[in-house]
């Protein structure tokens, strides 16, 4: 069997072709070919091409392809048979060529490389490219490149410690302190926020979940040979009022905030908040709630709108807002 590129881009020919058709001539795919391909080609090779999609168990296809004398063509048994056995609509692959542009953020990370290939073979499976010349492919998705933190060589471990259910051991050192601490964790999910990795789970010892930032704290770590056997919790529910990473032990607070006008089209557009509602839309100000447990990455967001957005309510908030623009000024 000839194992090229130049093969493999027949047999996709030959597929499509008896995919899109009742009964298709061996001259046919012949000037298919050399249209497509831009190669000569003879009869006997795609008769040979024929034979491999039939029995070859390299390919693994054992395509039903019949010949009628007949009609001198060749055309599939099974009409429901392809060779990529995805059958995926266009939509749908249009959704898989954003999805991994998508894991494009994360493609210097190890844990993720096979994600990314993985897609890639289905998009190829599927013929993503209309055309099978040996052209350039125009790009037009881009995503958000980010650079990758310290210490995310960790998170292959941390992906099999939390697969096999295994208790964890790191050193942790704090930011500004110079002390280096042995934690000894029973992990429960990793998850990203703003462009940080962290893992969250509960300390020996410990009732209550623990969230450690996986970057130049974490000195070391590695996996034991201790099982465990985690609670079950809800992280949808846990992080449902958190802003960011954080979440703390304390009643849900309704925020009101007011946008102006021109802020709030973006604010429509993309929530700040999963649990926001409008409150009032008009040409002088966004008026919405949400029900969160304020943290510093909350006081963060709501200081990055600057004069465009003012806190309504509660009058806590507002303090804290006034403690932190005071600050702020003080520097200036």
């Known amino acids: 069997m000839a194992q090229n590129k130049y093969a493999f881009a027949r047999y996709k020919i030959i597929d499509r072709e008896l995919s899109r ?63 990529t056995g995805f059958g995926l609509k266009e939509e749908e692959i ?58 995310t060589e960790f998170i292959p471990n941390i992906v099999t410690a939390l697969e096999e259910q295994k208790i964890i051991e790191f050193e942790y050192q704090k930011y500004g302190d110079n002390n280096i601490k042995k934690r000894i964790l029973y992990p429960y999910l990793l998850k990203e926020d703003s462009n940080r990795w962290y893992i969250i789970g509960k300390l020996k010892g410990k009732k209550q979940l623990t969230t450690f930032a996986i970057d130049d704290r974490i000195k070391s770590l590695y996996i034991t040979s201790e099982y465990f056997s985690p609670d ?56 919405i709630s949400i029900q969160v447990k304020p943290s510093y990455e909350f006081y963060s967001k709501i200081l990055s709108y600057g004069k465009a957005v003012k806190v309504v309510s509660p009058n806590k908030l507002q303090e804290e807002i006034k403690v932190h623009i005071d600050a702020l000024s003080k520097i200036y």
């Not at 061996?26 to 795609?46: H, Q």
């Not at 849900?252 to 089209?265: M, N, P, R």
Request: charged share 25%; aromatic share 14%; with cysteine.
């Open 21 to 83: 058709k009742d009964y298709v001539k061996t001259a046919d795919l012949v000037d298919i070919c050399l249209k497509e391909c831009e190669m000569g080609i003879t009869v006997r090779s795609i008769q040979k091409d024929i034979q491999d999609m039939q029995t070859d168990s390299f390919l693994g296809y054992y395509a039903p392809i019949e010949y009628d004398k007949s009609k001198k063509a060749y055309f599939y048994a099974d009409s429901k048979y392809s060779i």
């Open 94 to 151: 249009n959704t898989l060529q954003i999805f991994a542009g998508k894991l494009n953020l994360y493609k210097n990370y190890p844990i993720f490389k096979d994600f990314s290939t993985a897609i890639e073979k289905v998009l190829q499976a599927v013929q993503i490219r209309k055309s099978l010349k040996n052209v350039e492919q125009r790009q037009y998705i881009q995503t958000q490149n980010i650079p990758m933190c310290l210490g």
């Open 232 to 287: 079950k919790i809800d992280f949808d529910e846990y992080f449902k009022y958190s802003f960011g990473i954080s979440v703390f032990d304390e009643p849900v607070t309704e925020v009101i905030l007011s946008f102006d006008a021109h802020q709030g089209f973006y604010i429509k557009s993309l929530p700040l908040h999963s649990t926001q509602k409008v409150l009032v839309d008009n040409n002088e100000e966004l008026r």
